[in-house]
Every structure is written in structure tokens, then in C-alpha cells.
């Protein structure tokens, strides 16, 4: 699919380098934009908030709006800190008086453009459909009438901001476990199994947290006393596997803190023997509740392909960087954007090398010979020397999200040296900090807003320098580590 020229995209709208454009006047609303209705909502929906840990750092999230339709996907967030002095984070907010708008823009009738992007995305009977108005924003910080549009179609979710028949972003609505890496590190795993009181008593594997599905005909496990230890080469095991590898992940986050995870987000549905758009069985994918038909969020899991990659679903890693992504959409909602999926991927990967111990990802899932994995074993790897600036980055967000994984475990290897808590733990709460539509300075200043509540800032200027070191020293020049640092 060919996403426009914004310049074209303009003149089909309003014209373009004709029409008369004014200073757009641009509002704060307090909370986030309102989420769609989609099938039944989940509590977790719309204002649901990671709590593995009070920020002790005051602060409100807010979107913006020009003439009470919301801007798409901007965010900011001010925080009062105790010494009385205030923070803000968002890269929007330096440019409003730069925005500029044709007042005589006009919406098309949503109709058409949920049926454009159907059509472009093969989509010929959707379960659920919707279009909220919104503005689009420009490289050239010019407000276009646009829609963001979510439609549901056989397990799969489209999200797209567009107008007529002009889309400006679009993606799956999900997070996949992607198929790249940089080089070797780590060792084969191993299948474990678990005790659990977590599951309901119907008999499948299903409870509180999450419930177990297969998307191919295939019979759900079933256990008329609760013990799902399977064989193997018995079909049943995959969904055991899945179960048993999701509720670790899940103990693993809860440890971290008192409470790790929103109750009110779950159970997440795990549907396995997945096959995705395009016939592809190579891949894994977390949808949030908003994105699903059932209000429930979903991880999606292929069977691999033998030859690609394979044992997805019994892999511990490849559900446990799912699960990853459910807690990082806590704070990280906008699927579309380049910049805050990078950061979901490397959150998501860190998360997983946390756990593990172990900077090789999936080390189970690449079939000898594989061009998706570097041999023998690794999808990605946090093991790295990647920058922000090499002359060959690549442009996959996994990929990217390779740097954010890297620096992250470079941070840990410093810091765990010269404090008791563990450095995951500041990761993870600086998803309290982080914007819906993230950028990468965010994660940095949130990383230092986190050090601040655990280590009273001790850390701030080691996670800035390392930044500076992974090539962000550009970005962000505008921050000043000692600002982070709690009065004495």
C-alpha cells in the first residue's frame, strides 16, 4: 500500500500552496482522547494506568485539541516536582505557535474513507468499524481534517489516520515479534512447567489472566483435574506451553513491585495456530483491547513454517515479549508511530532479556539455515555496540528497538554495581511517565523521571550520557541531567 505526499493529500483536501492558511489556536484537554466502541470495552480501555509505582513526582497528562476536535495522537504531560520546580514532557508543545490550518478545510463523510481503507486492506466484511475526527498533523505543522479509523476484521485489526481517499498512517493495530537480528548471544532453552491456582475450574485453559484459544479447528486442551503436563508430540502441549510461559511472564512483572499490572486488563485471550494477512504463520502479534472485536486484549501466535522460524508457540520468549507489550501499553498506545513502536520493541525485548538473564531472543524458534535469525539461535539480541547515527541503521522498528534493548542493559550493568535496586525496576516504572505517542527523548527524560523516584536521581546523568553514547545526543541537548536530581 502507497501512503501519499502529504502535499497531494492537502490539495485533494484543501488545496495546495493556494489555499489561505492561519494561525491555528491550539487548546489542552486534561486525559487522553477518547477510545473507540468496538465490540464490548474493557475497563482497561481508556484511562488505565501501569502501577508499578507511585511517581512521587505530581504530574498530568493532557491532549491537544483546535477547536474541540482533538490533534492525532499528541500528548504532553507537566510534572511538578517536590524541590517546586516543573518538568514537561512531549515534543509538541515548542511548536504551537508555529501550527497553522485553511479554515475552509472540510471533513469527507467517514463512510468513505473506512470504506477506502477497507478496500485498500482487503478487507471485505468488517466486524466492527470505527472513524473519530481528528487533525492530522504535518511534518510542516499544518492541521489536515482527517479520521482515526479502527476496523476489526477476522482477528486481525487495521488502524489507519486518513481522509478520503488519502491515508497518512496505517498499521496493524498490534505489536508483532518481528524477525530480525544483529548478532549472537546466548544458548538453546528450555520448556518448564508450572504449578498455578489460576484457572477457573471450566476444565480449559483459561482463568483470571489469560484464556487459551486455537485459531485452526484444533480442539482446546482439555483437563477434567486441573493438570495440563503434557508431552511434547501431544497437540495439547503448545497451548499448556503458552498458558504455563504467559502466567511467568505475568509473576515475573508482579515481583518487580507489590502490583505490577492493572487487574482490570485482563484476561488476555492467547490464540494460537494463528494464520496472519497475507497466509503468513511466521510471526506473533499483541493486540491491545481496543484493537479486538471482544474488548479483550489478544496475542496472536503463528506455528512458524519449519523453514522461517517455528516452535512460536512454545517458545517461553515469544509470549513473555507479547505480555511485554501489554504492560508497555499502559503508558504506549500509538501503534502507528515509528518512534513509540521502537521504543515498545526494545521495552519488550529488555523486558524479556531481564527475565532470562540472557540477551539472546527466542533461542528456540530459528530452523537451521533460517534468513530471518543470525545463526544459531538468536531473533535479536540486546548484545550490541548499535547507534541512533550508523551510517547503515536500519529502518525496521525491531531493529531500532535493538539499540533501546542494548542501552538498557548497558545502564543495568552500570548501575546494579553501585545501587541495590535493580535497574528493570526504574524501566519499568518510567512507563508511568511515558506519552501514548512517545518519542525517544521521552523515554530518556522518563527513564530519569523513574531514577529519580527509586534513587533520588542519583543515576539521571549516567542514563543521559548513556543516550548520548547510542547516538541521541542531538535529541536530546534540550535536557539537563541535574534537573532530576531530588533536593537533599
Known amino acids: 500500500m502507497k501512503l501519499v505526499s502529504l502535499c497531494v493529500a492537502a490539495m485533494l483536501i484543501v488545496g495546495c500552496g493556494t489555499e489561505k492558511k492561519n494561525k491555528a489556536d491550539v487548546d489542552r484537554q486534561p486525559g487522553l482522547i477518547g477510545v473507540p466502541t468496538l465490540g464490548v470495552r474493557n475497563a482497561c480501555a481508556a484511562n488505565s494506568r501501569l502501577a508499578l509505582s507511585s511517581p512521587k513526582s505530581e504530574s498530568e ?100 489516520v486518513a481522509s478520503g481517499d488519502q491515508i497518512f498512517e496505517i498499521g496493524s493495530g498490534g505489536f508483532d515479534i518481528g524477525r530480525i537480528s544483529y548478532q549472537l548471544e546466548g544458548q538453546i532453552g528450555s520448556v518448564a512447567f508450572l504449578e498455578t491456582d489460576s484457572l477457573d475450574g471450566s476444565g480449559f485453559l483459561a482463568g483470571k489472566n489469560f484464556e487459551v484459544f486455537t485459531n485452526n479447528g484444533t480442539e482446546r486442551a482439555v483437563s477434567t483435574n486441573g493438570n495440563f503436563d503434557f508431552g511434547k508430540s501431544d497437540f495439547q502441549f503448545p497451548q499448556a506451553s503458552a498458558y504455563a510461559n504467559a502466567e511467568l511472564m505475568l509473576d515475573w512483572f508482579d515481583k518487580l513491585t507489590s502490583k505490577a499490572v492493572d487487574t482490570e486488563c485482563f484476561p488476555i485471550d492467547i490464540k494460537l495456530h494463528h494464520v496472519f494477512v497475507g497466509g503468513t504463520v511466521n510471526n506473533a502479534r499483541y493486540q491491545p483491547d481496543v484493537n479486538t472485536a471482544t474488548g479483550r486484549p489478544e496475542i496472536l501466535v503463528g506455528d512458524g513454517d519449519g523453514v522461517r522460524l517455528t516452535n512460536l508457540g512454545t517458545d517461553p520468549d515469544v509470549i513473555a515479549h507479547e505480555f511485554a507489550h501489554h504492560v508497555v501499553y499502559r503508558g504506549v498506545k500509538d501503534t502507528n508511530h515509528f518512534e513509540s513502536v521502537v521504543i515498545h520493541e526494545g521495552l519488550a525485548d529488555y523486558f524479556v532479556y531481564s527475565k532470562t538473564g540472557n540477551a539472546c531472543l527466542a533461542e528456540t524458534v530459528c530452523p537451521l539455515g533460517s534468513f530471518d535469525c543470525i545463526q544459531p539461535r538468536c531473533l535479536r539480541t540486546g548484545a550490541n555496540s548499535m547507534s541512533f547515527v550508523d551510517q547503515n541503521l536500519t529502518s525496521s522498528p525491531h531493529g531500532q528497538g535493538q539499540i533501546i534493548s542494548a542501552m538498557l542493559l548497558d545502564l543495568a550493568n552500570l548501575i546494579e554495581s553501585q545501587s541495590e535496586i535493580p535497574f528493570v525496576s526504574t524501566v519499568a516504572a518510567s512507563i508511568n511517565y511515558l506519552l501514548p505517542r512517545s518519542h525517544l527523548e521521552d523515554l530518556i527524560q522518563a527513564l530519569m523521571l523513574a531514577d529519580r523516584d527509586l534513587n533520588a536521581g542519583r543515576f539521571a546523568c549516567d542514563i543521559y550520557q548513556m543516550a548520548v553514547d547510542r547516538g541521541l545526543g542531538a535529541r536530546i541537548q534540550h535536557l539537563k541531567c541535574a534537573e532530576y536530581e531530588a533536593q537533599k
Open 61 to 160: 497528562i493532557y491532549h491537544y485539541s483546535y477547536k474541540n476536535v482533538p490533534i492525532c495522537s499528541w500528548y504532553g504531560r507537566t510534572l511538578n516536582l517536590d524541590s517546586g520546580s516543573g518538568l514537561f514532557i512531549g515534543q509538541l508543545e515548542g511548536k504551537l505557535g508555529s501550527l497553522v490550518v485553511d479554515e475552509a478545510s472540510e471533513w469527507p463523510e467517514s463512510q468513505v474513507v473506512t470504506s477506502f481503507i477497507a478496500g485498500e486492506s482487503g478487507v471485505l466484511k468488517a466486524d466492527a468499524v470505527s472513524a473519530d475526527r481528528c487533525w492530522y498533523l504535518t511534518p510542516e505543522l499544518e492541521l489536515l481534517p482527517a479520521y482515526d479509523v479502527t476496523i476489526v476484521a477476522d482477528d486481525r485489526t487495521i488502524k489507519a
